[in-house]
Antibody
Framework: QVQLLESGGGVVQTGRSLNLSCVASGFSLSDCALHWVRQAPGKGLEWVAVISWDGAHKYYAKAVEGRFTISRDTSQNTLYLQMNSLRGDDTAVYYC?????????????WGQGTLVTVSS | DIQMTQSPSSLSASVGDTVTITCRASQFVDDYLYWYQQRPGEAPNFLINGASTRQSGVPSRFSAAVSGPRFTLTITNLQREDYGTYYCQQSYISPHTFGGGTKVE
């Protein structure tokens, strides 16, 4: 059974860093692309970043490029999102999701999300 | 970036009604358009693609269609468990972009 479980969220001050994790089970990270998608309170979905099946390709939304880094550890079957220089508009629930390829495929499984609150 | 414009932003419907949600892409996305359902307090759930291929387990009352840049999601015989917010998403090219959502209440 495919499952994704995020952790690492919490309250953090503006300008500080946070590292999110997403543990995958029921499949291998080497078999698909993995995404981070966020949702600010009461708002819609915003795609954040993606890493390819082989880890060779990473793409980011303009809003986070240069501040966030997506990575993975295949030995732990875990996806990460290192978030630096956090701002108030980064406050959101962060979901990890998978797709078969980097593009042109749906996000067919999602985690339950982890809440990040950036406070001054 | 490709902009996805979804309408309406909200609608009120009763059990048994037929509901139609529209999504327009600012650029060509072929049929790489997907629909997601998000119930309150839950993660999004992939429903169906633009060519009306449903994810496994999704009821047949959900259907999709495309006409040029205009994509539609139709829910016939609305059920209580269908209340929530629906999002379209293009995956033709990064960055993957979502519509603003349609709340069905």
């Amino acid at each position: 059974q495919v499952q994704l479980l995020e952790s690492g969220g919490g309250v953090v001050q503006t300008g500080r860093s946070l590292n999110l994790s997403c543990v995958a089970s029921g499949f291998s990270l080497s078999d698909c692309a993995l995404h981070w998608v966020r949702q600010a309170p009461g708002k819609g979905l915003e795609w954040v970043a993606v890493i390819s099946w082989d880890g060779a390709h990473k793409y980011y939304a303009k809003a986070v490029e240069g501040r966030f880094t997506i990575s993975r550890d295949t030995s732990q079957n875990t996806l990460y999102l290192q978030m630096n220089s956090l701002r108030g508009d980064d406050t959101a629930v962060y979901y990890c999701a998978r797709s078969e390829f980097l593009e042109r495929r749906p996000f067919d499984y999602w985690g339950q999300g982890t809440l990040v609150t950036v406070s001054s | 970036d490709i902009q996805m414009t979804q309408s309406p932003s909200s609608l009120s419907a009763s059990v048994g009604d037929t509901v139609t949600i529209t999504c327009r892409a600012s650029q060509f996305v072929d049929d790489y358009l997907y629909w997601y359902q998000q119930r309150p307090g839950e993660a999004p759930n992939f429903l169906i693609n633009g060519a009306s291929t449903r994810q496994s387990g999704v009821p047949s009352r959900f259907s999709a269609a495309v006409s040029g840049p205009r994509f539609t999601l139709t829910i016939t015989n609305l059920q209580r468990e269908d209340y929530g917010t629906y999002y379209c998403q293009q995956s033709y090219i990064s960055p993957h972009t979502f519509g603003g959502g349609t709340k069905v209440e």
